[in-house]
C-alpha cells in the first residue's frame, strides 16, 4: 500500500523560503512521477510542479523562478513566498506524467504553509 507524508510546512513573512518535503513508502517512486499541488479555502486543488523520471520539471506559471522540485526525498524548495501562495501544499503520484488533479493516483495529507504580508 503506497503511502505519501508530507512535511515542512510552516509560517512565514512574505519573501521567506520554505523547504516541503514527500517521503513514499511501499513505491519505488523514483522510477516514476511525482508532482506538487495546493489548494487555498475556497479555491479548488491547482497544480504547483511535477517531476519525471527523467528529472524533467514542470511548473505552474504562478510559481517559475521561485520554486523548485526535486528528487529523492521528493522536495519543493520554495522561495519569495506570498501571501497568495498560503494554502495547503499536496504531494501527490501522477500517471500519466501531466500535471493535473485528474491524474493525481495518490495523495499525501497535505501540509500547510501560510505566507503573511
Known amino acids: 500500500q503506497l503511502q505519501l507524508v508530507e512535511s515542512g510546512g510552516g509560517s512565514v513573512e512574505s519573501g521567506g523560503s520554505l523547504k516541503l518535503s514527500c517521503v513514499a513508502s511501499g513505491y519505488g517512486y523514483s522510477s516514476n512521477c511525482m508532482g506538487w499541488f495546493r489548494q487555498a479555502p475556497g479555491k479548488e486543488r491547482e497544480r504547483v510542479a511535477d517531476?519525471?523520471?527523467d528529472d524533467k520539471t514542470t511548473y505552474a506559471d504562478s510559481v517559475k523562478g521561485r520554486f523548485t522540485i526535486s528528487k529523492n526525498t521528493v522536495y519543493l524548495q520554495m522561495n519569495s513566498l506570498k501571501p497568495e501562495d498560503t494554502a495547503m501544499y499536496y504531494c501527490?503520484?501522477?500517471?500519466?506524467?501531466?500535471?493535473?488533479?485528474?491524474?493525481?493516483?495518490?495523495w499525501g495529507q497535505g501540509t500547510q504553509v501560510t505566507a503573511s504580508s
Open positions: 517531476i519525471d523520471r
Open positions: 501527490a503520484v501522477l500517471q500519466p506524467c501531466s500535471l493535473q488533479v485528474k491524474y493525481a493516483t495518490y
